[in-house]
């Protein structure tokens, strides 16, 4: 099972301040797949193939990465990003998911 | 637009089993698999296992097999999953999602609690 380990596990961050969230995977995967999930709501797909933004999200958030290191950052924060985003691959069977980040407004 | 509509909360008690469902619409049922996914607390979120609603191929977490059974009907476009010998492990929240090739649709989310 590849093991994916997400960084910070928390954090807060002001508006306008960049973020970068860190996913690690324990083996090579192809691609990284990142949601956003709301308190008591669905996680909602927010980039596909590591770099691709899903439909209705803000071109200030982004991702990159390859092999066993990902990331994904807010240019600007702003206070609708207030959230828990995971990290997940579909390479290899069974699917995992990292712990998760939970990022809050200072 | 498309939509997966699951079923209500449930309180089991050990030992018993549930069955949730998840009904699809908006979309050509069996042109897409359906995921069942698990959220705790403490474990995170954890793929339990994918079925084809065409051809009602299965395939599982080897941590959930023998926990988790899962089927469809085609005729109602729903999705099933059958949780047996519950435990307190097994409260959670349960989702389906739809898969292109990722989870691109899910449904609300089912809350499961194994009580006595």
């Known amino acids: 099972e590849i093991v994916l380990t997400q960084s910070p596990t928390t954090m807060a961050a002001s508006p306008g301040e960049k973020v970068t969230i860190t996913c690690r995977a324990s083996s090579s995967v192809s691609y990284m797949y990142w949601y956003q999930q709301k308190s008591g709501a669905s996680p909602k797909p927010w980039i596909y193939?590591?770099?691709k933004l899903a439909s209705g999200v803000p071109d200030r958030f982004s991702g990159s990465g390859s092999g066993t290191s990902y990331s994904f950052t807010i240019s600007s924060m702003e206070t609708e990003d207030a959230a828990t985003y995971y990290c997940h691959q579909w390479s290899s069977t069974p699917w995992t998911f990292g712990g998760g980040t939970k990022l809050e407004l200072k | 637009q498309v939509q997966l509509q699951q079923s209500g909360a449930e309180l089991v008690k050990p030992g018993t089993s549930v069955k949730l469902s998840c009904k699809a619409s908006g979309y050509t049922f069996t042109s897409n698999h359906m995921n069942w996914i698990k959220q705790t607390t403490g474990q995170g979120l954890e793929w339990i296992g994918i079925?084809?609603?065409?051809?009602?191929?299965?395939s599982y977490n080897v941590k959930f097999k023998g926990k988790a059974t899962l089927t469809v009907d085609k005729s109602s476009s729903t999705a099933f999953m059958q949780l047996s010998s519950l435990t307190p492990e097994d409260s959670a929240v349960y989702y389906c999602a739809r898969s292109p090739d990722y989870f691109d649709y899910w449904g609300q989310g089912v809350m499961v609690t194994v009580s006595s």
């Open positions: 193939e590591t770099s």
């Open positions: 079925i084809n609603p065409g051809s009602g191929g299965t």
